[in-house]
């Protein structure tokens, strides 16, 4: 999967580049009411993404994105992942971007590396170079299907989001 994505950025970055983002997130239920009803200490659940933007089309970008997720559960939960989207920033109102994607991910957790698939969407309010956002995901948790040994569930995660333009290069001729 690593050749893949490498692969997949390499061709990316040199045909399609419009700009490269950097989003932190942060789960929101998981900051206010813990992991679990019997745990409800605040808990990390940071979400880390690299997005590579393609160029502006009629409604809005495709763009490909590198994720980590970070969890502090017990024991600790990692995830990496390679989305595809397309981002709609051409709609009714000014400033507002709305996003799809949909991509796989590997799972750390337990002594194990597990394959995962996910999707999600978001929406941001975009100030200049800056993006205030919330991120709506799904995740297949084949951890738990692992652990449990039951069919891997599907868990919904929402996360408050930054999002700073990295990079953006000079306007092609």
């Known amino acids: 999967m690593i050749k893949i994505a490498i692969a997949l950025l390499f061709t990316y970055t040199l045909n399609a580049q419009e700009s490269i983002t950097l989003s932190v997130a942060q789960d929101v239920k998981m900051a206010f009411k813990g992991v679990s009803k019997i745990d409800s200490d605040p808990a990390l659940n940071m979400l880390f993404q690299v ?50 994607y949909v991509g796989l991910g590997n799972i750390n957790r337990f002594s194990e590396n597990l394959p995962s698939f996910g999707f999600g969407g978001d929406i941001n309010y975009v100030i200049g170079d800056l993006k205030l956002g919330f991120f709506l995901q799904c995740v297949q948790r084949s951890d738990l299907g692992f652990r449990y040994e039951k069919k891997s569930p599907y868990i919904f995660s929402g996360f408050l989001k930054v999002t700073y333009v990295l990079f953006r290069p000079r306007s092609r001729k």
């Open 51 to 100: 997005r590579l933007e393609a160029r502006q089309d009629k409604l809005g970008f495709f763009s490909l994105v590198l994720g980590h997720e970070y969890a502090e559960l017990t024991p600790v939960y990692k995830r990496n992942s390679v989305d595809i989207g397309y981002t709609f920033n051409r709609l009714f109102i000014d400033n507002i971007e709305l996003g799809a």
